[in-house]
Structures are given as C-alpha cells and as structure tokens.
C-alpha cells in the first residue's frame, strides 16, 4: 500500500546535537511538507517542498533544515540552534490539487 | 498569507446528535481547495472531507458534510449523528494551486455518552 513513512516514532536529542528525523513516500506525489505540533496546538509548517533540489522556508524554520535529493525523501534536521525542539512533527506530501496525506509522526524529546 | 480561523477551541455533543464546527478563511482568490482533518488522540492525521471551491454543491461524506459559503469566506463542517469515536481535533486547511498548505488552530470535539 501506499503511504508516508516517518521514522523513527520516538527521538531524544542530547544538548547540542544535531538529530535527523526521516520521511519517505511512495506514493509518486511532487510536494513534500514538514510541521511542528506542540501540546494542545495546532501545526506551524518547518519547510515545504514542491520539487526535487527545491525547498522553501515555512513559519519557523529557524534551526532546522530540510534537503530534497529524492523526490520520495525529505528528512528533516533538528540542529542545536534549535533550543526548544520538544515536540511532535509530522511530514505530509500532496499533489497538486489534493489533500495531504500524513505520516504518523515523530515525537523529539530533550534528554 | 492566507488566514484560516477557527473560532471554536472547544466543542461538545451529545452521542446521536448533531454538531457543527466553523472556519473562516481570508483569500482575494476565486480557484482553492478546502478541507477538513481529524486528529485523534493517536495524533494521526486523518482526511474527513474535500471542498473544491469551483463546485457550488456542499461536499458530503457519509455522516460527515459541510456547509460552504464562498461569498462569506465560511467552510463549516456538520457531523450528524455523533458517535465517540468522533472525539478528536478538527482542524480546517486551505489550499491554493502552487502554494502551501494554511491550518486553522483546531477544535477539540468532545462526544459525551
């Protein structure tokens, strides 16, 4: 079947390290979506992107980045710039015209 | 940017009976999509229901249906016959051809037995 897988579905990240969280698709869809979800919020979109080698900045990109080699892949990385990266985040692809599919999510913690 | 509001943070029903959920959105657009997701307490993000905003017919889904009023910029979404498994949150999403994807800040539906 296909569908959006996101790994891993649980993440800790030590003080000034950098974690990547992956997302992968099948699913032949061009645009790719990463969001952050905080407890009891709604989603504020990290990065978008509609093509491959193409990625655009959402509302808070601020410490993370994205890259776009594949057009099934865009994994997402936390860095140490990002002092509060505690959350829920959740990828999602689409295609022109229609709904967005989501992966299941990975929850990041600090330890 | 796009706007997308949802007024209601919480919401509750009475198992069988009906509800609605509102959202407003700001667009000087005339061609967009509109939908409608649940998220469980699982946090998986679910389809409920698609609105093209070309089509003047309201969108259905079994008992799920919405009530779209263009000129107003109003997408409400209308859940008959409430079940529990119905408790989740509602979020609201707009989109436009080659533009992301905009969320409202969701209601929570609670069914109560």
């Known amino acids: 079947d296909g569908g959006i897988t996101q790994s891993p579905k649980y993440l800790f990240r030590k003080e000034g390290q950098n974690v990547t969280l992956s997302c992968e698709q099948n699913?032949?869809?061009?645009?790719m979506y990463w969001y952050r979800q905080d407890p009891g919020q709604g989603l504020r979109l990290i990065y978008y992107?509609?093509?491959?080698?193409?990625?655009q900045k959402g509302d808070i990109a601020e410490g993370y980045s994205v890259s776009r080699e594949k057009k099934e892949s865009f994994p997402l990385t936390v860095t140490s710039a990002q002092k509060n990266p505690t959350a829920f985040y959740l990828c999602a692809s689409s295609i022109d015209r229609g709904p967005q599919h989501f992966g299941d999510g990975t929850r990041l913690s600090i330890l | 940017a796009q706007t997308v509001t949802q007024s209601q943070p919480e919401m509750s029903v009475q198992e069988a009976e009906t509800v609605t959920l509102s959202c407003t959105y700001d667009?000087?657009?005339?061609?967009?999509?509109l939908f409608w997701y649940k998220q469980p307490p699982s946090r998986q993000m679910i389809l409920v229901i698609r609105q093209e905003a070309y089509k003047q017919q309201n969108a259905t889904e079994n008992r799920f249906s919405v009530n779209f009023q263009k000129a107003a910029k109003s997408f409400s979404l209308k859940i008959s016959d409430s079940q529990l498994g119905d408790a989740a949150m509602y979020f609201c999403a707009y989109y436009q051809t080659g533009n992301q994807f905009y969320f409202g800040t969701g209601t929570s539906l609670t069914v109560i037995p």
């Open positions: 699913l032949n869809h061009d645009a």
């Open positions: 992107s509609q093509i491959v080698n193409d990625f």
């Open positions: 667009t000087s657009e005339s061609d967009y999509y």
